[in-house]
């Protein structure tokens, strides 16, 4: 029915994690891909172009804060990052800046929450 939605990658570890958001992100009408660590994060958003990068920090092999500043170092044109994080705390959000991320989320993230950060970088219904 209509447009596809934009495409989303999410990086996250954690099975149930990844299942949860990715349900909420195909009910506010996104496409999820999904990556399970940072090394697979950085090749996929080298292989193709997403709206957005949902890119937990904390993940076995290289943590999201790695893969983040892998990414920005090859991409083409840039893609808005949002970090997906267990620590809410000042330190947490530099460092996720300092890496290159535009925006962040503080895990267990709502529905709610999920919709109107994603709404300010890859809004659904505008490509």
């Known amino acids: 029915a209509g447009e596809p939605?934009?495409?989303?990658?999410?990086?996250e570890d954690n099975l149930v994690n990844q299942k949860v958001a990715g349900v909420m992100l195909q009910r506010l009408g996104y496409r999820v891909e999904v990556a399970t660590n940072g090394l697979e994060a950085v090749d996929m958003a080298g292989a193709s172009r997403y709206e957005a990068i949902l890119m937990d920090v904390q993940m076995p092999k290289m943590d999201g804060l790695d893969a983040t500043r892998q990414i920005r170092r090859t991409e083409m044109s840039r893609t808005p990052i949002i970090a997906m994080t267990a620590g809410a705390m000042n330190e947490d959000e530099d460092r996720c800046r300092e890496a290159g991320m535009d925006d962040y989320v503080t895990k267990p993230v709502s529905l709610d929450t999920l919709a109107s950060v994603l709404e300010r970088w890859a809004p659904v219904g505008q490509s």
Do not use: F
């Open 5 to 11: 939605g934009p495409r989303v990658l999410l990086v």
